[in-house]
């Protein structure tokens, strides 16, 4: 049983700086996975526009038959979103604590330029673990 299916960050200019794929049933290639990324920032700054709510921050949840796709979008115009199994509600928390993350192995690395692609082991051991986690938490209930 895999809660989440894949993860993405794409930053404030639409540029996929990370892609995780933690089981789903069809593994996308790396065009498929950029393209998916830009989609969802063009689909996100529509929506921003588009809404008849003044500040609306745009698309949070995409619902679908078979999946759900949560976003959580920063500050700073970073985007991260998950694909997930249907009617998956904690999502919002669990992103958020995907961002804490990021602030606390990528945006600290000396060695990580902004806005490029993120290669930090201990970023992914750490979402590793935090997907891990969440899905021992998910068959608990």
């Known amino acids: 049983m895999a809660a989440i299916y894949s993860l993405y960050i794409i930053n404030k200019s639409g540029g996929l700086i990370f892609y995780k794929d933690y089981g789903s049933a069809g593994r996308m290639d790396t065009n498929d996975s950029l393209r998916l990324a830009s989609l969802w ?73 902004m806005e490029m692609p993120i290669r930090c082991e201990l970023f992914d051991i750490s979402l590793a673990l935090a997907v891990q986690k969440d899905r021992v938490a998910l068959l608990g209930r």
């Open 41 to 113: 920032h063009s689909m996100h700054a529509i929506s921003q526009q588009l809404s008849p709510v003044p500040s609306c921050s745009g698309i949070e949840l995409l619902q679908a038959d078979t999946f759900d796709l949560h976003c959580f979008q920063s500050l700073t115009g970073t985007k991260f979103f998950v694909v997930c199994e249907p009617g998956t509600l904690h999502m919002e928390a669990l992103l958020k604590h995907f961002y804490e993350l990021y602030t606390d192995f990528v945006l600290k690395n000396p060695f990580y330029e």
